[in-house]
């Protein structure tokens, strides 16, 4: 009886989960201003860097093939809960091990919670609610949803760069306080209600199938493309927009590296709320011109080099690939069967995560072997056509659809 009083209500619920969703985002980018810190200790070169990133994003994908569905029948809340744990476990592992290959190991470990905890997170939210506002369009679920993982992503080096550049030991005193927040989070969860009724037999096990909606194979595609060159334009300044800002703008201030990576999450975050109730064809349209224009500048900044162009690019590119990364995630949702709705959310998830992985690795190969000014020239050039054929392609689907205000 005493577990019941205390369990919350699906409004309630809904808002933990919302709040640990962007917690757990968080953590998973705050390392990014500390990079040049272990670069400098370490001396390894960019591509080692990307390396330590890459794993991070490895760890994301095997996680969503192996574990992002099994809420569908496991349950959403102790999913979450593990998810959470394991990003308790890389934050001990960042903790005792500053080794770059213990900082490969410990990013994919951080890598398979974000997996784990994307695709679920998602599904609970919408499920929730739908239980708290029967009568709510689902857009309203997927926008907070998008703002959570976006608004985490934002956040997170933001906190890196406060802690690498005014508070003592910066490579283990972030990890220490986000595993005492994880662990609160954990017990947060305990009170939220679960949504996925258990099968009445017992499901037996098997990888992620890497299906799409039925009769839906077109407009998934075109959605899943939109997450790839969305996470594609987040992941540069995720991974190596310190090692841009040093060697191309002579800025070492760590925590102008992470207020950097903060102004493009957080442009793209709160496009996705303040923009919310524009229609999906305006929204798109603005993406499209917000990724052109946006990209245009970083390329302008970089070249001449003016710092404030290249940020105010930035600014804009994440108010583009913000909307254009919401419109995805909300067009799929619709699509997806309600009772394949986890494996469906994994897809498309590892899709974008695919995004952040292999642009970044290739960047960082480029690296290797030419200067940086081309290397983000090419790559913001690749960034452009994609992000910009991708919300076309959506905006073109909308428009077919014809869809009322409240759906935007």
């Known amino acids: 009886m005493a577990g019941r009083r205390l369990r919350l209500g699906p409004h309630e619920g809904f808002w933990v989960v919302a709040v640990t969703f962007l917690l757990v ?6 390392p990014t201003p500390l990079y040049p810190i272990y670069q400098q200790r370490d001396g390894f070169p960019p591509f080692v860097l990307t390396l330590i990133f890459a794993s991070y994003a490895v760890g994301v994908v095997v996680s969503l093939f192996f574990a992002g569905h099994i809420s569908d029948w496991v349950g959403r809340r102790r999913v979450l809960i593990v998810a959470v744990l394991v990003s308790a476990a890389s934050a001990v592992l960042f903790v005792f091990f500053t ?3 213990e900082l490969i190991v410990a990013r994919f470990v951080n890598g398979v919670s974000i997996g784990m905890l994307t695709a679920t997170a998602t599904a609970h939210l919408g499920e929730l609610r739908a239980a708290a506002r029967p009568d709510e369009n689902a857009i309203v679920a997927a ?3 998008g703002a959570a993982n976006l608004g985490g992503l934002s956040l997170g080096p933001l906190f890196g760069g406060l802690f690498a550049e005014y508070l003592p030991n910066p490579l283990m005193l972030p990890h220490v306080v986000f595993l005492v927040i994880l662990v609160v989070a954990v017990g947060a969860l305990l009170l939220v209600p679960e949504t996925v009724e258990p099968p009445e037999s017992r499901v037996r096990y098997r990888p992620q199938r890497l299906s799409v909606p039925a009769g839906a194979g077109v407009p998934f595609a075109i959605a899943a493309f939109g997450a790839f060159s969305s996470f594609a334009v987040l992941g540069l300044f995720t991974s190596l927009a310190p090692t841009f800002l040093v060697v191309t703008f002579d800025v070492r ?3 102008m590296a992470g207020a950097t990576s903060f102004a493009v999450f957080g442009s793209a975050a709160a496009a996705q709320v303040l923009l919310a109730r524009l229609r999906l064809r305006l929204q798109l349209g603005l993406a499209v011109a917000a990724c052109a224009v946006g990209l245009a500048l970083i390329a302008v900044g970089a070249v001449t080099p003016q710092l404030g162009v290249f940020l105010v690019g930035g600014i804009v590119a994440g108010v583009g690939v913000g909307l254009l990364f ?3 995630l909300g067009t799929v ?4 069967d309600p009772r394949r709705k986890g494996e469906t959310l994994a897809l498309v998830f590892l899709c974008g995560y695919a995004g952040l992985a292999i642009p970044v690795l290739g960047v960082g190969w480029a690296l290797g072997f030419a200067a940086p000014m081309p290397v983000l020239l090419v790559f913001a050039a690749l960034a452009l056509v994609a992000t910009v054929t991708s919300g076309v392609a959506l905006r073109r689907r ?5 869809p ?3 759906v935007a």
Request: proline share 7%.
């Open 25 to 30: 985002m968080a953590y998973s980018t705050l």
């Open 398 to 402: 909308a428009t077919r659809r014809t």
């Open 326 to 328: 919401k419109a995805s």
């Open 333 to 336: 949702v619709m699509l997806a």
């Open 143 to 145: 926008s907070v949803s």
């Open 253 to 255: 201030d760590h925590l």
């Open 404 to 406: 009322s205000p409240a």
């Open 99 to 101: 080794d770059v290959p």
